[in-house]
């Protein structure tokens, strides 16, 4: 079983991974944490060895990591921390040098996303409190993909009780139609994509996944989807995320899982369009 957020009690302080080999930055990211989330359990480390340690100890509800590490590279360590028992735990990179990987596309699948520091430590502590606190009602709009009526109610349900607007289809030749015709008129139709891997039709959502990213061109950024799969095989996972993937939701869905991961991307995409606008 994966550990990480979704197998740790609501009550439970969530535990926060730094690591960072300047111990400057790390102790300037950790004092705006401690001041943002109090309650949360803060552990700092300086080299990817003693991260890999620490990680092994137990499981954490959020990773920041730099991207250059005295023992290794950053993307190292977040593939160690993926194969571990914690293949779901959110993995932010925090750089001043990102947009640069960005574009050489030599991020890695590893990385859930990114955060640039010249945002400034206080940005990052709203971005990690959103997280491991997650605001009680949200805005957005969910293209969900889901083939069983039984399945996509309850789901339903889940992400309306929050706020969000859903537009479901059964398959993903209904969700490339609608994609279409939002394109159309000039729109994207959705602010993230929810889709089930094995659909009824020809296409399954890797298929989805591919047309959103190479046939539509909108990046993670612009809009992110979110893949529900109960293969937990490493290579399969990784071929998602490569594929271009925001992320993985576990198959039976974790209620609370679910819903951190979505107003995640849903907040980080919000994120980089404000400061599209602003450049």
Not at 27 to 33: A, F
């Amino acid at each position: 079983m994966n550990a990480g957020i979704g197998s740790r009690s609501a009550d439970t302080a969530p535990r926060v991974l730094v690591v960072d080999g300047s111990k400057v930055v790390r102790q300037l990211i950790t004092r705006v944490l401690k001041a943002e989330l109090p309650e949360a359990e803060l552990v700092g480390c300086g080299s990817g060895a003693e991260a890999r340690e620490l990680v092994e100890q137990g499981p954490f509800d959020f990773v920041t990591v730099a991207l250059r590490l005295p023992d290794m590279d950053g993307l190292e360590l977040a593939r160690h921390v993926r194969e571990s028992a914690q293949a779901y735990v959110p993995i932010v990179v925090v750089s001043g040098d990102v947009d640069t990987r960005l574009h050489k596309r030599t991020l890695g699948e590893h990385v859930t996303d990114y955060f640039d520091k010249s945002l400034g430590f206080q940005a990052l502590a709203d971005f990690i409190r959103g997280y491991v606190r997650p605001e009680a009602t949200a805005e957005g709009t969910v293209l969900y993909v889901e083939d069983s009526r039984v399945v996509a109610l309850a789901t339903r349900r889940i992400l309306e009780k929050i706020g969000l607007t859903v537009r479901h289809v059964v398959s993903v030749e209904d969700a490339l139609a609608m994609l279409e015709t939002d394109r159309a008129q000039g729109n994207i139709g959705a602010d993230v994509v929810l889709t089930d891997v094995s659909l009824k039709g020809e296409l399954t959502g890797g298929d989805l996944l591919d047309r959103v990213r190479s046939q539509f061109g909108y990046g993670k950024g612009q809009l992110p989807v979110l893949v529900m799969t109960g293969d937990e095989n490493p290579a399969n996972q990784a071929a998602l995320l490569r594929a271009g993937a925001n992320d993985l939701v576990e198959k039976p869905v974790e209620e609370k899982l679910l819903v951190t991961k979505l107003l995640f991307q849903l907040r980080v995409a919000r994120h980089l369009r404000e400061r599209t606008r602003a450049s």
